[in-house]
């Protein structure tokens, strides 16, 4: 059985440090901005990936975890990860029954070397994954219908309330805090923790605006209404879930070389480039000053 008292042994780093750097485009507008290294959080479960997975797995009490991701899928990489420091079976169900045929891609071969189980399925089938009947068909094709289940990306309301201490290690730190958006459980978690007087500003990574109705529902399932003060700017997504281009490589690379930070790309760049144009563009008053949650890092 996973315990706190076993998850203490993996010795997570919290609260994760917060650092202030000297940046001249949010300077010359007269704004601090700070880095929430959730990244360092720990060496294998980064930033975001601990505060969600952490209470999922104690939640499992031993039994095995099955859980949902595309092919290159940091939350299975972190899944898998979990499965293999704490002795827990992990299942991934990877959308796109046609890489089942194919040989493993690096993510997923890292998956597999931690233990993980791996499921392919078709994406239509994929699409209907949080239908209880296909949900039940799933569970008894891998032989885990006693399963603990969480949700593709990791959020659910047990990964929202675990994020909500994020926001209280920065309550008090910061007038806006920054944060890359995929499914939207640590913004849910992060405005909820922030307190009176804080702000959250997600930044999504997919387009499509829909993500602020999947947010309060998770603050509904988690708190049972609406928890902070909260806004989503979705002009910074490059097109769509792993899309970047040169434009936001070079930015990147200009961003580590100035402060000396490995800059993951799917989120963290994205959400770098976001603050850095709303500096620019007078967003934030003089004298503010801005936390970025840094919640993950280049994989090998």
């Given at each position: 059985?996973?315990?706190?008292?076993?998850?203490?042994?993996?010795?997570?780093?919290?609260?994760?440090?917060?650092?202030?750097?000297?940046?001249?485009?949010?300077?010359?507008?007269?704004?601090?901005?700070?880095?929430?290294?959730?990244?360092?959080?720990?060496?294998?479960?980064?930033?975001?990936?601990?505060?969600?997975?952490?209470?999922?797995?104690?939640?499992?009490?031993?039994?095995?975890?099955?859980?949902?991701?595309?092919?290159?899928?940091?939350?299975?990489?972190?899944?898998?990860?979990?499965?293999?420091?704490?002795?827990?079976?992990?299942?991934?169900?990877?959308?796109?029954?046609?890489?089942?045929?194919?040989?493993?891609?690096?993510?997923?071969?890292?998956?597999?070397?931690?233990?993980?189980?791996?499921?392919?399925?078709?994406?239509?089938?994929?699409?209907?994954?949080?239908?209880?009947?296909?949900?039940?068909?799933?569970?008894?094709?891998?032989?885990?219908e006693d399963a603990w289940v969480v949700p593709e990306g990791g959020s659910n309301a047990t990964a929202v309330r675990s994020c909500a201490a994020l926001g209280?290690?920065?309550?008090?730190?910061?007038?806006?805090?920054?944060?890359?958006?995929?499914?939207?459980?640590?913004?849910?978690?992060?405005?909820?923790?922030?307190?009176?007087?804080?702000?959250?500003?997600?930044?999504?990574?997919?387009?499509?605006?829909?993500?602020?109705?999947?947010?309060?529902?998770?603050?509904?399932?988690?708190?049972?209404?609406?928890?902070?003060?909260?806004?989503?700017?979705?002009?910074?997504?490059?097109?769509?879930?792993?899309?970047?281009?040169?434009?936001?490589?070079?930015?990147?690379?200009?961003?580590?070389e100035r402060h000396g930070l490995a800059v993951e790309r799917v989120y963290v760049a994205k959400m770098l480039y976001g603050l850095v144009a709303l500096a620019?563009?007078?967003?934030?008053?003089?004298?503010?000053?801005?936390?970025?949650?840094?919640?993950?890092?280049?994989?090998?």
């Amino acid at each position: 059985m996973t315990s706190p008292d076993a998850l203490a042994t993996l010795h997570p780093r919290l609260p994760s440090p917060l650092r202030e750097v000297r940046d001249d485009r949010f300077a010359r507008h007269g704004v601090r901005l700070l880095l929430k290294r959730d990244d360092l959080i720990h060496p294998d479960l980064v930033g975001n990936k601990w505060r969600k997975l952490a209470p999922n797995v104690t939640a499992a009490h031993g039994r095995p975890v099955l859980t949902f991701g595309g092919a290159y899928s940091n939350h299975l990489r972190a899944t898998a990860a979990a499965g293999r420091l704490l002795g827990l079976a992990t299942v991934g169900v990877v959308r796109g029954q046609e890489l089942a045929d194919r040989p493993l891609n690096p993510s997923l071969a890292r998956c597999a070397a931690d233990g993980m189980r791996l499921h392919f399925i078709d994406r239509s089938t994929y699409r209907r994954k949080a239908d209880p009947r296909t949900l039940a068909v799933l569970l008894r094709a891998v032989d885990a219908e006693d399963a603990w289940v969480v949700p593709e990306g990791g959020s659910n309301a047990t990964a929202v309330r675990s994020c909500a201490a994020l926001g209280a290690e920065l309550r008090g730190q910061a007038d806006v805090v920054a944060i890359a958006c995929g499914t939207g459980g640590t913004l849910a978690g992060l405005a909820a923790g922030l307190g009176p007087g804080g702000r959250a500003l997600g930044i999504p990574v997919l387009k499509g605006g829909f993500l602020s109705t999947g947010i309060r529902s998770l603050q509904e399932a988690a708190f049972g209404g609406p928890r902070g003060d909260w806004h989503l700017d979705d002009r910074f997504h490059f097109g769509g879930y792993a899309r970047t281009g040169p434009e936001l490589d070079a930015f990147a690379a200009d961003f580590e070389e100035r402060h000396g930070l490995a800059v993951e790309r799917v989120y963290v760049a994205k959400m770098l480039y976001g603050l850095v144009a709303l500096a620019e563009e007078g967003a934030f008053p003089r004298g503010s000053t801005v936390a970025a949650v840094i919640t993950g890092r280049p994989f090998p």
